[in-house]
């Protein structure tokens, strides 16, 4: 299995960006999908980004595309979303989570390994 952990997180101001990471261990990081998802106090955890094995295919939710960047470095083991033009609706934990599935997918129900999360917090 593979083992995931954000960092990146922070408290930021409105228009303001981060670089969130997603450090991976254990098996191969280029065998998995990777997205990230948020979660807001109180609201369920919501899709935000996903990418293939190879980096080529990436999906965003409406709320975030043409804001955030979701991209990865199997070399590195790594996984990587731009957040720029931040709100203070973006503010959440963001989860970066692998899935084995042979398909890219919006689903959280289809990534089994999960990351502890990174905060985001953007002030008005």
């Known amino acids: 299995q593979v083992q995931l952990v954000e960092s990146g997180g922070g408290l930021v101001q409105a228009g303001g960006s981060l670089s969130l990471s997603c450090a991976a261990s254990g098996r191969p990081f280029r065998w998995y999908n990777m997205g990230w998802f948020r979660q807001a106090p109180g609201k369920e955890r919501e899709f935000v980004s996903a990418?293939?094995?190879?980096?080529?295919?990436?999906y965003y939710s409406d709320s975030v595309k043409g804001r955030f960047t979701i991209s990865r470095d199997n070399a590195k083991n790594t996984g990587y979303l731009q957040i720029n033009s931040l709100k203070p609706e973006d503010t959440a934990v963001y989860y970066c989570?692998?899935?084995?599935?042979?398909?890219?997918?919006?689903?959280?129900?289809?990534?089994?390994?999960w990351g502890q999360g990174t905060q985001v917090t953007v002030s008005s």
């Open positions: 989570a692998a899935s084995e599935r042979v398909g890219v997918s919006k689903n959280s129900d289809e990534y089994a390994y």
């Open positions: 990418i293939s094995r190879s980096g080529d295919t990436t």
